[in-house]
């Protein structure tokens, strides 16, 4: 019987990275990540931190330029993403239904609590967070598309390890988990018993564990099997999102994550 070929690759694939990666894209997509995390840099900013010569980084961004993907503060000499790539970007979020499905539910809930609502999901061991709606406090959390957060400090990325696989969360801690405050929890066992409360509860709790002074309160979306597809979450100052408001905070959560889960065709989890 003839070998099949998975489909989308030519025939003279073969399934060894070194290979089939051309290094140029390679090269040209690692100095748009660099440029994507940060608020705008120089030519030898960027060349410094993307590891390349000024001349090819330059080459690579005025390519980009032509295409929109970046754009140039001719005054300050700084480098910025462009449109184009919001817009490729944005193609992600077209395969799913969650964002436009969840907009409801976030505003709704933003207008109760007061504070910023946040979407996110798992992504390659991290929370990347999708959308959010904020609220008009000047003092307010903010979390644009695209930011990233480790798991283990996170309202969603607790919410979601709740209810994943236990092995999932052996695997974050395989090379340790990172300290970002006094709060943040370096231990399995402690994260364990902490992923426990948040699954009798229905909502998990960062209690200024990735930024002090900041506290978020989140809950888990499923999917039609049941399973953590993404979470839904406020955020705020621990002046006003304060611990002995967690508890109607946390219902308003769960409530606006199950709106979800039912809009999309899921089912929770008890």
């Known amino acids: 019987m ?34 994507a995390q940060s608020d705008g840099r120089t030519l030898s900013e960027l060349a410094q931190e993307a590891g390349h010569a000024p001349a090819t980084v330059y ?6 330029q032509a295409h929109g993907f970046v754009e140039l503060d001719p005054a300050a000499q700084r ?23 969840a907009r409801g539910a976030m ?17 390659r061991g991290e929370v990347l967070f999708l959308t959010q709606v904020e609220t008009q406090e000047a003092i ?75 506290r978020c309160i989140a809950a888990p979306i499923f999917n039609a099997h049941g399973e953590p597809v993404a979470g839904l979450s406020i955020s705020g100052p621990v002046f006003r999102l304060t611990l002995e408001r967690a508890a109607e905070m946390g219902a308003l959560v769960k409530d606006a994550a199950a709106r979800v889960t039912e809009a999309t065709g899921g089912r929770g989890r008890e």
């Open 2 to 35: 003839a070998e099949t070929r998975p489909r989308g690759r030519p025939r003279a694939f073969h399934d060894k990275t070194e290979q089939n990666t051309v290094q140029s894209l390679d090269r040209a997509l690692t100095i748009l990540q660099v440029l």
């Open 140 to 214: 307010r959390a903010f979390f644009p598309p695209g930011t990233r957060s480790p798991m283990h400090v996170s309202g969603i990325g607790k919410a979601l390890l709740a209810y994943m696989d236990s092995g999932v969360l052996v695997t974050l801690a395989k090379d340790g988990l990172t300290p970002f405050t006094p709060q943040s929890m370096t231990e399995i066992g402690p994260l364990e018993a902490d992923l426990h409360r948040t699954r009798e509860r229905g909502y998990a709790i960062d209690n200024e564990e990735r930024t002090e002074g900041m």
């Open 79 to 101: 480098w910025h993403v462009g449109a184009g790539a919001f817009r490729t970007g944005s193609a992600f979020l077209r395969r799913t239904a969650l964002v436009e499905r």
């Open 59 to 64: 080459r690579v961004l005025t390519t980009y």
């Open 107 to 123: 505003q709704d809930v933003m207008r109760s609590s007061g504070e910023t609502a946040n979407l996110g999901i798992e992504d």
